[in-house]
Structures are given as C-alpha cells and as structure tokens.
C-alpha cells in the first residue's frame, strides 16, 4: 500500500484573509525577498545620459540636411535670429520638425510601454489593438466625403477614427465571461483591422484623388510640417502622457497577474480603461501628426527594460526620452541617404526596427512581462 499524502493545512491567515488576498501577500513577499534585478549602472545616471543623447540628436536635426549647418550657424539661429539670413531660415524651417519628432516620438514611446503593461503581451502595439488602422480609415474618409486636405483636417479625423477602434477593439474583448483578456484584445485587434483596411482600400481603389492624398500621410513621417499641424496636438499629447506616466505603479501591479493585482487593491478594470484612455490619446495625436510610423513603440520599451529592469516607474520615461532619439535618427538618416530626395521616417524605421526587433526576440529581450 502506498501512503496517503494528506493536503497541506490551512493556515488560520488564509482562512481569515481569504485564498486571493493570501495569495496577493504572498506574491508581495515574494517580490520583496528576491534580490534586485541588477541593472548596469544607476538607473537615474542612464536617465539623464539619455536626455544628453537626446539634445544632441535634436541640434543634428536642426544642422543635418539637403543643406548641412555648421552648429556654430545652428546656434546663432537660435540665439540672434536674422530674417535676412538664409541659414538662420532653414535652420527655423526645421524647428517644427524637431519639435514634431520630439512629440511624435515620445506619444509612441509612452504608448508602446504601456500598451504592453496593459495587455500583459510583449508584442501589443498601436497596430495591434487597431489604432493605426482606425485612424487610417478615418483620413481616407474625411478626404473622400468631406473633402478634407490640409493636415490639421487629418489630425481630428485620425484622432476620431484611433479612439473609436480603440473603443469597439476593447467592448469586443470585454464579451464572454473572462473579460478583456490579452490574448482577446490582439485577437479582436487583428480582426478589426483587418476589416478597416478592407473598407480603406475599398474608397482608395475607387478614388484616385483620395489615394493621391492619402498616399504621403500613409508611410508616416515628420517632414512638411510646421506649427499649424503640431499645435493642435499638443494638448491631447501632453494629457496622455500625464496620464500614462502617473500609471507606472498601476502597470506594475498588473504585471503580477490580474488576481495578485485585485489582491493588492487595484481596480482592475478601471486601471485597464484610464491607462488605455492614455494609450488611445497618445497614439491618435501622433498618428494623426506624423502617420502610422511603426516599431518606434514596439522596439523602444524592450531595449528600455536592459537598462531598467521590469520596474514601469523607470520604463515609462525612458521610453519617452529614448523613443525620440529613435525617430529623429531615422528622420535624419532619411534626409540624406537619397539626395536630393527623402525617405520618409516610417519607412526608415520600419528598416532599421524590423531586424532590431527579431534580434531582441532572439536574445529573450521580449519575453514575459
């Protein structure tokens, strides 16, 4: 005969605090008793060499060109402007640029981090949960019915168009019994998608005047631009941001598992749906200003987490600091890789993300969060 194994005692905590919040402390400990991930350095010392890597990315793109400025120039411009000078000119041209890919570049840096704390999932992006192809969708149809062809026109209908996808992606996921689970969310996602590009591509085929519009707001970029594109958006970036930065603890939470979370105090559902309202604020503005450029908010936050760790209070920022510092390189690169010509930046970070990427998944950089 083989000795019964007698289930493990319940402990009088577990039967006074219950299986959830037992288990909740538990990981709580448990947390707390494993060592520190050890990082390379001073997390706030990498932070701020970040920013320095940042300004010094930022005067190239004001010097780096079709015409190329000394810096000397570059920072005359900015100090002493002179109408009548040529240089100070182009070097104030490109002002709304560098601010453009400052703004685009960090909304989907912050976006792209918290969208995959949110959704548990380690590829999810602003084409996964639909966003690109919502804001997409809602371009071509202001260009087809209204009429629309000013770029501040596309910033409202691509914002419209990025919230409402958001939106159905979400009530879609949220059917069933389990709620809106990760693996939900990229699977109505990628329906959803799939469906709107359908629909785009339907008006595109049968207006060639929509197409030839469309067709430069497409590959995504941050050339052409000047104050009246990058004002408008500002307000709605500067409150998702706020909104995600603050989130940092709330993702952390959720990285644990929903019931650890539940456990540990957090409103699940309403933590998921302010954080996406933040994610859907910063996706639509950028969108809307700079076109669906993508991998900037995919390949930022796992290159982030060698440096910080899993800790989303340190994630976040440096996303916003070092997803800028991704975006003007490949701008810069493409303003002189074909001159006279460009290429756009979506394009080119779409060349130098897509290896990158398979590269980090690769060495494990993007396995579980």
């Not at 760790?309 to 800028?324: E, M, Q």
């Amino acid at each position: 005969m083989t000795p019964s194994t007698a289930p493990a005692p319940t402990t009088r905590r577990e039967r006074t605090l219950g299986a959830p919040a037992a288990a909740a402390e538990g990981a709580q400990l448990s947390v707390r008793a494993q060592p520190a991930r050890k990082v390379p350095g001073p997390r706030a010392a990498w932070l701020l060499a970040a920013v320095v890597v940042l300004v010094v990315v930022c005067c190239a793109s004001l010097a780096v060109g079709a015409r190329g400025l000394p810096l000397e120039t570059v920072s005359e411009a900015l100090i002493r402007f002179n109408p009548a000078d040529g240089d100070h000119a182009v070097v104030h041209a490109r002002i709304p640029r560098t601010v453009l890919g400052l703004l685009a570049g960090a909304a989907l840096g912050l976006a792209g981090a918290a969208m995959q704390g949110v959704a548990r999932n380690p590829l999810a992006d602003p084409g996964i949960i639909g966003v690109n192809a919502g804001a997409a969708l809602a371009v071509v149809t202001g260009i087809y019915v209204f009429g629309v062809s000013s770029l501040t026109g596309y910033i409202w209908f691509a914002f419209i168009g990025a919230a409402a996808a958001a939106v159905v992606v979400y009530l879609i996921a949220s059917m069933g019994r389990d709620g809106a689970t990760p693996v939900k969310l990229a699977l109505a996602g990628a329906a959803l998608s799939a469906g709107l590009f359908s629909l785009m591509n339907v008006i595109l085929v049968s207006s060639q005047d929509t197409l030839d519009r469309f067709r430069f707001w497409q590959v995504g970029g941050i050339a052409g631009r000047d104050w009246s594109v990058v004002l408008p958006g500002l307000p709605f970036l500067v409150v998702g941001a706020l909104i995600v930065l603050v989130a940092g603890r709330v993702l952390n939470s959720l990285a644990l598992g929903e019931d650890v979370a539940r456990g540990l105090g957090q409103n699940v559902g309403l933590a998921r749906a302010v954080t996406a309202l933040g994610i859907v604020l910063l996706c639509g503005s950028a969108t809307a200003l700079a076109g669906p450029i993508g991998f900037v908010g995919l390949v930022v936050p796992h290159a982030v987490r060698s440096l910080t760790g899993p800790d989303y209070r340190w994630i976040l920022p440096f996303s916003a600091v070092l997803a800028p510092v991704l975006l003007l390189v490949a701008d810069i690169v493409g303003r002189v890789v074909l001159l006279p010509g460009e290429v756009p930046a979506g394009i080119m970070t779409a060349l130098v993300g897509a290896p990158v990427f398979v590269w980090l998944v690769r060495r494990g950089k993007a396995a579980g969060l």
